[in-house]
């Protein structure tokens, strides 16, 4: 069972810090890599896709990959209160595995003014 | 804009009683996906379209059907809702390939009475 590990949280972060979501894959095989946010009641939202080792900025987000830990984390800089969401990590094994993306349950942040 | 539309928002069955969710893009994307989504979960994936071609994930119940005359349009069929088919359902595009970015539609929030 191929699984996307998150903890569900709720994390917490003042405002103006440095949010650390951190994601967690069994699938050796990995090679596409997603973050998600999903406000209540909403629909995900794609926020980050990474596929080779390092890091990947883009604005206040910034992807970490890390394949032989099989691990993966989004750092959101000068958190926002707009930033409190639940946040998905999702990973995609290849057409030779499960060729599907698989989904984390998610981790609820929310930034406390 | 391009985007994924879901047609209803909210939708109240009875138990028992068919119902139809819809989903349209104008992204003219190959790949839709329908999704299951409940309270605190990652999202589940019943089914997905590559172009005509249909994928049903295993553990999708017989209870759920999707057609896709086109392009464009997709739907969920649920011949005969139980209380547990409460959910969001999420329609989800890429355009190629189940490990490409996915992009969600709003979610049609079903109730089943």
């Known amino acids: 069972q191929k699984e996307v590990e998150q903890n569900s949280g709720p994390l917490s972060v003042p405002e103006g810090a440095i949010a650390s979501l951190n994601c967690t894959y069994s699938?050796?095989?990995?090679?596409?890599f997603f973050w998600y946010r999903q406000y209540s009641g909403k629909s995900p939202e794609l926020i980050m896709s990474i596929y080779s080792n390092g890091d990947k900025e883009d604005g206040r987000f910034t992807a970490q990959l890390n394949k032989a830990s099989q691990y993966v984390s989004l750092l959101i800089r000068d958190s926002q209160p707009s930033d409190s969401a639940t946040y998905l990590c999702?990973?995609?094994?290849?057409?030779?595995?499960?060729?599907?993306?698989?989904f984390g349950s998610g981790t609820r942040l929310s930034i406390r003014p | 804009d391009a985007m994924v539309i879901q047609n209803p928002r909210y939708q109240v069955t009875q138990f028992g009683k068919p119902v139809t969710l819809s989903c349209s893009q104008t992204?003219?994307?190959?790949?839709m996906y329908w999704y299951q989504q409940k309270s605190s979960q990652a999202p589940k994936l019943l089914f997905h379209y590559y172009d005509k071609d249909f994928n049903n994930e295993a553990d999708t119940p017989d209870n759920f059907q999707s057609r896709r005359p086109n392009t464009s349009f997709c739907f969920l069929d649920i011949r005969s809702p139980g209380l547990g088919d409460a959910a969001m359902y999420l329609c989800a595009t890429s355009t190629a390939g189940t490990g490409d970015e996915q992009y969600f539609g709003p979610g049609t929030r079903l109730t089943v009475t």
């Open positions: 699938d050796r095989v990995s090679q596409s």
């Open positions: 992204l003219n994307h190959n790949v």
């Open positions: 999702a990973t995609w094994g290849g057409y030779s595995s499960a060729s599907k993306i698989i």
